[in-house]
């Protein structure tokens, strides 16, 4: 019996489980409505980012949205089309100057996160550049600031951007940066094996982050090409280009996440 996995969760499906009220290549009707909603906003995004710019026609683009949110509101069962409407309609009024109700609206989707969730934190950078936008430096810093004292919790890949904005605001603030930066700085390079210099960081903070950030995004890049280049292999050739990489990366959640991807060969 073959499977297949659902187009909207992932999820492996039997080939001969399909009924006549799930949608084929679907485990259920709630992952097809969910599927549609989101094809239905991307058939809208490009429009909606280009009347979204600054001196674009920003009262078009929250028309826009306001249609997707009326057509497809009953079918939004994760509520994932009402948050990226609302972060949408946040970006069209902190163009226009509107401040609050740019953070308003990021306010509720910030209230509907589970804690240090990934999109939690990205939320929380928006509000941050609402704040900071508004000329609200110590309230942006106070953002920041509890995102830093939980980096160990945060997605590994998010740390150094919320690191970037605290250094940057602080400097527009007229402030001293807080000694903890370098200090959640050298333990992250620790644990995640890109190693940094101790003299750099505490001498030159921006530009040991900087440095963070460039060797993070070549190693994402590393391993962007391995999964590519994993496609055409077959499962015994996979298994050895996997091995090769693990032994050759220098970053250890890359490593993991590698690992990750053996796990899941022998699981198929």
């Not at 919320?162 to 527009?172: E, F, K, N, R, S």
């Amino acid at each position: 019996m073959s499977r297949r996995s659902c187009g909207s969760c992932g999820r492996h499906i039997e080939a001969s489980s399909s009924d006549d009220a799930t949608p084929q290549g679907f485990c259920s009707k709630r992952c097809f409505d969910l599927a549609q909603v989101r094809e239905a906003f991307d058939s809208k995004l490009i429009e909606i980012v280009m009347l979204s710019r600054p001196g674009g026609d920003g009262e078009r683009a929250l028309e826009i949205l306001d249609g997707l949110r009326n057509a497809w509101l009953d079918s939004d069962h994760d509520g994932w089309l009402d948050r990226t409407i609302r972060s949408h309609r946040a970006i069209v009024y902190q163009n226009a100057g509107r401040h609050q109700d740019a953070l308003d609206e990021l306010r509720i989707v910030e209230s509907s996160l589970p804690p240090l969730s990934d999109e939690l934190v990205l939320t929380k950078a928006s509000i941050v550049r609402g704040l900071e936008g508004a000329g609200r430096y110590d309230e942006a810093l106070e953002e920041l600031t509890s995102l830093i004292a939980a980096w160990e919790q945060l997605p590994i890949l998010r740390i150094m951007g919320i690191l970037g904005m605290y250094v940057d605001i602080t400097a527009a603030a007229g402030k001293v940066v807080d000694v903890i930066c370098s200090e959640v700085l050298l333990q992250w390079s620790a644990r995640t094996g890109i190693h940094l210099s101790s003299e750099l960081v505490e001498t030159d903070l921006p530009a040991a982050i900087r440095d963070a950030t460039d060797r993070q995004q070549k190693g994402e890049k590393r391993f962007s090409q391995l999964c590519r280049f994993l496609e055409s292999q077959t499962e015994e050739e996979r298994t050895d280009t996997i091995r090769q990489y693990i032994a050759s990366e220098p970053i250890i959640y890359l490593q993991q996440r590698a690992s990750r991807l053996l796990a899941l060969d022998d699981e198929e």
